[in-house]
């Protein structure tokens, strides 16, 4: 029997109620999470405390005059804010994804016609609209301060929607960690308190007592500090829920493709941007390039064989081939992208006379870009050595664990606090070993870049680049020989073979 | 003759070291209900995962209704339904949600979302509970809703894992009914199970697996039917009084062997299994003088020749691995 697959029903039968025009997904979530008694009991001790704290402190500051209850109010409204929309609203996304995988629910979610994305997409703008909720239920609030002193609506408004764009990208960056093993599940949060710490989580708040909403006067969302705060703030939304769709996604599902296409374009935009070298240009060009290192680093964590099914088109002209096994999920594919993404940087970096005082140094900082492609692949080289499934298990974080781990040792070489730690001898012997192989070269001639680099130097840099290039080619042979078939025969087995 | 409604070929999945499916192949027709029985680790929910593209092999290819699975996952996922072995139902969720959001995913909406929804519920007979909370409900009702979301897409082909696994026998009986009612819808149905003898009743054909082979694929009814490779037949004899004197004639009698004893009789099999011959065995029987008062032939159960089959493969592959190589010398028997 050949019956066709159940084909849609027509569309005037489709959008007869509310929920109807709303996504499915979304509207079982948000069903779901408003009839949790986790989110009941947060909402109404979230109104009991708040009641409580302003009955409290109009109750003490009333002698003192209208001015100080008024800061005290507001210092209250902001600390409220605060921490439900950054992170109560936000964690709530952090037993989202993991409850589906654990529960085996995932697999029946995967097999809808509900692609990884809609998902994804359906559980976080479901996660973003309670935090709305929360933040429409604490305008009341917000209110009460009307009768203490003056309130300036636009920049409260402006400052409340800053704080909800912010928990919208913690709740996509909650939704990639709840899909992680659970080991990175209690560390990337440990790591990122530690780190909002370090910037000043006592100060912000405290900032927040003070009634500026923790971040001081932010800008209005037409200003140009404010459009490029949108533009990051959705940017990193976007990489984020791209990582959380990648965990679920089934194998047969390339999403290397519009993530690189992405990277592309944001590349080739800040570079030509960047052309001329004015105030903040180098800013701008570094920014493109950490999200294309971040988008390939996504993909060189990750070890597996393409399915035909990856590509959409395997035969034709050289190019489009070309271009097709650029676009390929797994680790040799990202590779090449790196590579053909770096050709582009280099040669602005090398052609643009405002970022060099001549030929040397800019030949010096083509050849920098060269050995930022070697600092990216190399840890990919060194899982391949590792089983599939370990890494795999890793969640694909074994990467950016061993890129930490070279980025710290590299540091310790430039600054020279190995010889702190181990003599003189040590750190020399260090340095003169970083300076050729991978990862550290790249940064330690972030320093040299301005002077040039030693030939000595570029030898040794040239010899590891070569054994890189090798060691990468020997372990790629499977993978390429996949996609060799594919071409060849435009059909194939889609598993490939082990 | 029509080409297979689902073709599984050399299918082969590694989990490390471990050949989970060691090339796996069988063929099914549309409409027929397919029993996969296998001991836990012989590789049937990896089979099952493949075929319902929720796993991929790492060689071989599953053609459902001509479309490769791995290369086609989204039309594939149309034509399925997945039951997993273990169904853990949304915490805050009632029934009628549930469905909702999944007659939902399958792109209904409105009147006919409505429609589709009640008519999976009155299947299932889940309409009393279509308010209640998914976690709320017994482990019978949680299959029967389970069932009830496999069937919302109208699938041709429904895979259900363990599907009786944990119910009592009200609820398993119940089961039992759903999948004949969904055989005479003209259902594709793949159905693992442990418990062999409800497979009997409601499949057609039953492929046996074992350590990531299939190591039979045939119809039920002559497997039953059938009972060993010499062509004998099974039977049933209560005697009157202590079977010792039944035993006895056993013993001596050629052709016959005893499967079983009972307290009023045995399970044997004899060799000769046409009509005549077992007539002229009855009546020897009793003119040698066992008091027979019920001889009956007996269908084999599918657990013995589930257990017959695996012995059988299992001893022909040590034979084919004891067997020396050409030019090398056979092993010198053990000696005391």
């Keep these: 029997m050949n019956a066709p697959a159940t084909p849609l029903p027509p569309a005037s039968a489709r959008h007869d109620d509310f929920p109807g025009w709303l996504p499915a997904m979304l509207v079982k979530e948000l069903r779901q999470a408003l009839r949790a008694r986790g989110f009941v009991g947060l909402f109404l001790t979230f109104h009991l405390v708040a009641i409580l704290v302003f009955w409290w402190t109009i109750e003490l500051n009333t002698a003192s005059g209208l001015r100080d209850t008024f800061n005290w109010l507001n210092g209250v409204f902001w600390v409220l804010l605060n921490v439900v929309l950054l992170l109560v609203m936000p964690s709530r996304g952090l037993g989202s994804l993991r409850m589906e995988i654990d529960n085996k629910t995932l697999d029946l979610l995967v097999l809808t016609r509900l692609s990884a994305w809609r998902i994804v997409l359906g559980k976080w703008v479901a996660l973003v609209a309670q935090a709305a909720l929360f933040l429409v239920a604490i305008a009341p609030y917000g209110v009460v301060r009307y009768f203490f002193g003056a309130v300036d609506l636009a920049a409260d408004l402006i400052m409340a929607g800053w704080l909800l764009l912010g928990g919208a990208t913690l709740a996509a960056v909650c939704l990639w960690v709840s899909g992680l093993p659970k080991l990175f599940r209690v560390i990337l949060p440990v790591l990122f308190f530690l780190s909002f710490q370090s910037v000043g989580l006592s100060s912000f708040f405290s900032a927040s007592l003070s009634g500026r909403g923790g971040l001081g006067r932010l800008p209005g969302p037409f200003s140009l500090q404010g459009v490029a705060g949108l533009f990051l703030l959705g940017l990193l939304t976007l990489i984020f829920l791209g990582l959380a769709v990648r965990r679920i996604a089934p194998p047969a599902e390339n999403h290397a493709r519009s993530a690189r296409l992405l990277g592309l374009i944001l590349l080739a935009g800040s570079a030509l941007v960047s052309f001329g070298g004015y105030p903040g240009a180098d800013a701008v060009l570094g920014f493109g390039c950490t999200v294309v290192a971040l988008i390939a680093a996504v993909e060189l964590s990750r070890d597996c064989l393409p399915m035909r099914v990856h590509g959409s088109t395997w035969g034709g002209r050289a190019w489009l081939r070309g271009f097709s096994r650029i676009m390929l999920p797994g680790w040799p594919s990202a590779v090449l992208f790196a590579g053909v993404a770096l050709v582009p940087l280099a040669l602005i970096l090398g052609l643009d006379p405002s970022r060099h005082s001549g030929a040397r140094s800019g030949l010096a900082v083509a050849w920098l870009a060269v050995l930022a492609w070697q600092a990216l692949v190399f840890p990919a080289l060194l899982l391949s050595y590792l089983p599939p499934s370990s890494t795999m298990r890793a969640g694909g974080t074994g990467y950016f664990v061993v890129q930490g781990l070279f980025g710290t040792i590299s540091l310790m070489a430039a600054t020279n606090s190995a010889g702190y730690l181990a003599g003189e001898n040590f750190a020399r012997t260090l340095d003169a070993i970083c300076q050729i192989l991978p990862v550290f070269s790249f940064w330690l001639g972030t320093n040299s870049v301005k002077t040039g680099f030693s030939p000595g130097n570029i030898i040794g840099q040239s010899v590891a680049l070569g054994v890189l290039v090798g060691l990468i080619w020997r372990q790629s042979r499977i993978y390429w020989g996949t996609v060799a078939r594919f071409e060849r025969s435009g059909t194939g087995n889609p598993a490939g073979s082990p | ?336």
């Design chain 2, 1 to 336: 003759m029509s080409a297979p409604f689902l073709e599984v070929n050399e299918l082969v999945r590694w989990y490390g070291k471990v050949r989970a499916v060691d090339g796996v192949s069988f063929t099914l027709g549309a409409g027929q209900v397919v029993g996969l029985i296998g001991a836990n680790g012989a590789g049937k929910t990896t089979t099952m995962r493949i075929l319902a593209t929720l796993d991929t092999a790492d060689s071989g290819t599953v053609r459902l209704g001509g479309l490769d699975v791995a290369e086609h996952p989204g039309q594939v996922r149309r034509r399925i339904g997945w039951m997993p072995d273990h169904f853990s139902p949304y915490q805050d969720v009632t029934v009628g949600d549930y469905l909702d959001f999944f007659g939902r995913t399958c792109g209904w909406r409105g009147a006919e979302l409505a429609r589709r929804t009640a008519e999976v519920v009155d299947f299932t007979e889940l309409g009393p509970l279509a308010d209640r909370l998914m976690d709320k409900l017994s482990k019978g009702q949680t299959q029967r809703l389970c069932l009830a979301r496999t069937l919302l897409g109208d699938p041709d082909l429904l895979i259900l894992d363990e599907p009786a696994a944990g119910l009592d026998p009200k609820a398993r009986l119940e089961f039992k009914n759903l999948v004949r009612l969904l055989r005479g819808q003209g259902k594709t149905l793949l159905i693992s199970s442990h418990i062999l003898s409800e497979l009997g009743e409601m499949c057609d054909t039953l492929v046996f697996m074992d350590g990531g082979r299939v190591v039979h694929h045939g119809d039920t009814e002559s497997l039953q039917r059938h009972d060993s490779g010499d062509g004998g037949a099974t039977f049933d004899i209560t005697v009157h009084g202590p079977p010792s004197v039944l035993l006895a004639w056993l013993a001596v009698r050629p052709g016959w062997k005893l499967l079983e004893e009972r307290r009023d009789g045995v399970r044997a099999t004899c060799r000769m299994a046409d009509p005549a011959a077992i007539a002229a065995e009855l009546r020897r029987l009793t003119a040698d003088g066992v008091p027979v008062i019920e001889f009956r032939r007996a269908g084999r159960r599918l657990e013995d020749a589930f257990i017959n089959i695996l012995r059988e493969g299992r001893d022909a592959a040590a034979t084919k691995s004891a067997e020396p190589a050409p030019g090398q010398q056979p092993e010198p028997p053990l000696t005391p």
